[in-house]
């Protein structure tokens, strides 16, 4: 009997499914596994047990594996080898089913730089930025090959990311400077732009110290004598001192003027105009104080102090007469000096 059943039944149900009008149930013994659980009318129809692509309702994007790109209309097959549809589920990543052309060059993410909408990468430049090694300026224009060696195509391995590992025949080959004896940093980036096409004159870099304004049509053995590139001071007073010295308009030795020139000039050419304001200290371009020349109150020439009673037009007597009744009065420059901060009086812009 039980031998019979399996033999009539499954017979039936075939017949039933050849001739039923209605739509295919799950009484037919079903190629899609044990724990199968979908309706077969999402896929079959009374025309048969070929997928019926007119009714067919399988959503395959509330699976991990959306159909996206060419995979939306491939024979089911080619992805699903057995009817059992589960047994793709290990298959999700590209790699599983597609062949590494860059022989793990490039990692197993093919994702990472393609879709399934084609296998051409069209933003080389952008794969670069997210890498070690952004392409940037000549390299851009250089060919792949140039930097992918390997025999095949598709490999993309390289030698290294650093200039040095690429660049290194042209540095030991150097003469004008002698990289190797200068003991130049084999990073070369620090001296070398990768914007331009060539290593020397524009192709050099010298943003470290940038050379602008007076400094831009400098020969170089000017800064640098006896081709000298190291341990060079970037203390504008190490190369500067003669001109502090002979300076007289105004005369800057004496202790008035720090040798930390940029406090009032930047590589203007002709040392002017200064952020030099003496108006912070004391007014002397307009007013009482005005017109003066500058050791009429910085009388000595070997610092920085200042007097205002050499020179003050009132006598002492006078000037004394003047702060009857002014507490904490004495007869000293920088007395005169802390009360009359802008050479003003009258009262009103003392210092309170
Ligand atoms: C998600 C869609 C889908 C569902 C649901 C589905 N099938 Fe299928 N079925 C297929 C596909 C695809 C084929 C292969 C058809 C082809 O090759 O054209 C197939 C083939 C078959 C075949 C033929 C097997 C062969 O070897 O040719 C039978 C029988 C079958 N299905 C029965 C069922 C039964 C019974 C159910 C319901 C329990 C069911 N199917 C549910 C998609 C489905
Ligand atoms: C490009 C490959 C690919 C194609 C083409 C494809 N599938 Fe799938 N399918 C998969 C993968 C991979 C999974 C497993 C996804 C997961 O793990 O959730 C899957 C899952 C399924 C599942 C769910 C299985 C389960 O038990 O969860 C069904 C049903 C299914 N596919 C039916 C179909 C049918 C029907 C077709 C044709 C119309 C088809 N697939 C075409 C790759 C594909
Ligand atoms: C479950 C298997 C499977 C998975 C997973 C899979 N594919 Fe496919 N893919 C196929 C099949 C099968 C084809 C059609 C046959 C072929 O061209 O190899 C195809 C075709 C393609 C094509 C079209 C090829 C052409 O020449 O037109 C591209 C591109 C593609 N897949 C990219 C991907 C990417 C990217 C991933 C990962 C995000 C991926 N595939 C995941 C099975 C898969
Ligand atoms: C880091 C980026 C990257 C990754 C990851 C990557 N590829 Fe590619 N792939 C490329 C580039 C770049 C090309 C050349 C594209 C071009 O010329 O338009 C390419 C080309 C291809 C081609 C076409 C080759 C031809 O004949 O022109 C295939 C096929 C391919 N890749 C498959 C894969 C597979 C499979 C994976 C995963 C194992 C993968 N790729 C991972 C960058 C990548
Ligand atoms: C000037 C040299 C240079 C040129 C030119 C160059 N590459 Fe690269 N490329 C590199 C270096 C270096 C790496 C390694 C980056 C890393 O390891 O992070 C790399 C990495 C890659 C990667 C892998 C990226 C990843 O994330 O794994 C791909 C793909 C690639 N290059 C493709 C190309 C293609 C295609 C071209 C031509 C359009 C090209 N490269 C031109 C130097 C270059
Ligand atoms: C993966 C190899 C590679 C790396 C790393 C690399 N380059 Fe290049 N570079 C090249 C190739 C190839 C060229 C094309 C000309 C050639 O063959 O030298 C080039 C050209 C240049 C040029 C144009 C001058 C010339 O020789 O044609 C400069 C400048 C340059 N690179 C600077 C740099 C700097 C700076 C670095 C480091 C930040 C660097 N490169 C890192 C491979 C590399
Ligand atoms: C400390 C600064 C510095 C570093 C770092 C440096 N260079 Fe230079 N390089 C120079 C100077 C200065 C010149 C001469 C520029 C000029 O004449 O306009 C020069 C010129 C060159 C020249 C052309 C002159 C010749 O004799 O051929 C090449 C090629 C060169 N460098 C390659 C490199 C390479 C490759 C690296 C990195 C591996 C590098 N340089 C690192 C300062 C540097
Ligand atoms: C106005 C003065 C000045 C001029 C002109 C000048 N340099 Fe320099 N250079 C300096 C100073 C200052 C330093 C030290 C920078 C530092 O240590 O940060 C320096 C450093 C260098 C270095 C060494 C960088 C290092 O990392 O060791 C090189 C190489 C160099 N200069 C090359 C040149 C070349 C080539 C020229 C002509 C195109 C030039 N310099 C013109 C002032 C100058
Ligand atoms: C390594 C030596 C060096 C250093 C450091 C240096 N200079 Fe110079 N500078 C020169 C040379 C050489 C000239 C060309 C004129 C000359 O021969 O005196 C020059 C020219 C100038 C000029 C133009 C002079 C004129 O007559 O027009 C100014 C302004 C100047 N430097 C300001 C500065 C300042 C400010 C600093 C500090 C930030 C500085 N320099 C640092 C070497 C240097
Ligand atoms: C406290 C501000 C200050 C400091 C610090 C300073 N200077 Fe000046 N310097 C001036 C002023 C103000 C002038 C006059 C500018 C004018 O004529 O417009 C001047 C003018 C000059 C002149 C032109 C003088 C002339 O005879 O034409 C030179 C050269 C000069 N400074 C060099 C230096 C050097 C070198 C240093 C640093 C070692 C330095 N200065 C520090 C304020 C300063
Ligand atoms: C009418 C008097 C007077 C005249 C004229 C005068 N100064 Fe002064 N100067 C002062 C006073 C007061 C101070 C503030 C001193 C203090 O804060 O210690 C001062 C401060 C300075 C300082 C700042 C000193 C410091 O502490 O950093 C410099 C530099 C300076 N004067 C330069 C000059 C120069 C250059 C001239 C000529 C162009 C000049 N002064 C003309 C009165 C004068
Ligand atoms: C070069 C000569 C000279 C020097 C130095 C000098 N003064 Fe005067 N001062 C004058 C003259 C001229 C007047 C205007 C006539 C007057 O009121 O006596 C004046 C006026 C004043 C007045 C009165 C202003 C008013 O509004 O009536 C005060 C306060 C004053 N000076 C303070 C000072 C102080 C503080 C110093 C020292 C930092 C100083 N002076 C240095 C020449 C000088
Ligand atoms: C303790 C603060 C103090 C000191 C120190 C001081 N003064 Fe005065 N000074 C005053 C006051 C307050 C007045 C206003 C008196 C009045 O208007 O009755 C004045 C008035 C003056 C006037 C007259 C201003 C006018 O409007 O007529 C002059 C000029 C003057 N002082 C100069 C000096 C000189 C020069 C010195 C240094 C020798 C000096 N002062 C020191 C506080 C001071």
Redesign the pocket.
């Known amino acids: 009997m039980r031998i019979l059943s399996f033999i009539i039944w499954p017979l039936v149900l075939y017949l039933i499914g050849l001739f039923s009008t209605e739509s295919p149930n799950t009484t037919t013994e079903s190629p899609h596994g044990k724990d199968f659980k979908i309706s077969c009318s999402t896929c079959h129809s009374s025309k048969g047990w070929s997928l019926d692509k007119e009714i067919y309702a399988f959503d395959h994007s509330k699976t991990k594996m959306p159909l996206l790109g060419s995979h939306k209309d491939l024979n089911c097959k080619l992805c699903h080898s057995s009817l059992v549809f589960s047994e793709a589920k290990a298959k999700t990543e590209c790699v599983s089913c597609h062949t590494d052309i860059h022989n793990q060059s490039v990692g197993k993410y093919c994702d990472k730089c393609h879709t399934p909408d084609s296998w051409i990468v069209s933003n080389v430049t952008g794969i670069h930025q997210q890498s070690r090694f952004p392409l940037l300026g000549v390299h851009t224009m250089t060919e792949c090959q140039q930097c992918h060696k390997s025999e095949t195509l598709h490999r993309y391995d390289v030698l290294g990311i650093e200039?040095?590992d690429c660049?290194?025949d042209?540095?030991l080959?150097?003469?004008?400077?002698?990289?190797n004896t200068?003991n130049?940093?084999?990073?070369?980036?620090?001296?070398?732009y990768i914007y331009s096409y060539?290593?020397?004159?524009?192709?050099?870099n010298h943003d470290f110290f940038p050379l602008t304004l007076g400094h831009a049509n400098v020969a170089?053995s000017k800064c640098h004598p006896n081709n000298n590139?190291s341990n060079i001071s970037t203390e504008c007073v190490s190369c500067h001192l003669t001109d502090y010295n002979s300076t007289t308009h105004p005369v800057h030795s004496g202790g008035c003027f720090s040798t930390n020139c940029t406090v009032c000039h930047t590589t203007n050419p002709g040392w002017t105009p200064t952020s030099f304001d003496h108006q912070n200290y004391f007014p002397i371009s307009s007013g009482n104080h005005s017109g003066f020349a500058c050791n009429a109150c910085h009388t000595n020439p070997a610092n920085c102090t200042f007097s205002c009673i050499d020179c003050h037009e009132h006598s002492q007597s006078e000037t004394n007469n003047q702060h009857n009744g002014v507490g904490g009065y004495s007869y000293l420059s920088t007395a005169c000096y802390n009360c009359h901060p802008n050479g003003s009086g009258g009262g009103k812009h003392f210092r309170k």
């Open positions: 200039c040095f660049h290194r042209k540095y080959a150097t003469s004008s400077p002698n990289h200068a130049f940093s084999t990073d070369c980036s620090q001296c070398h060539e290593w020397a004159s524009s192709g050099f170089c590139f």
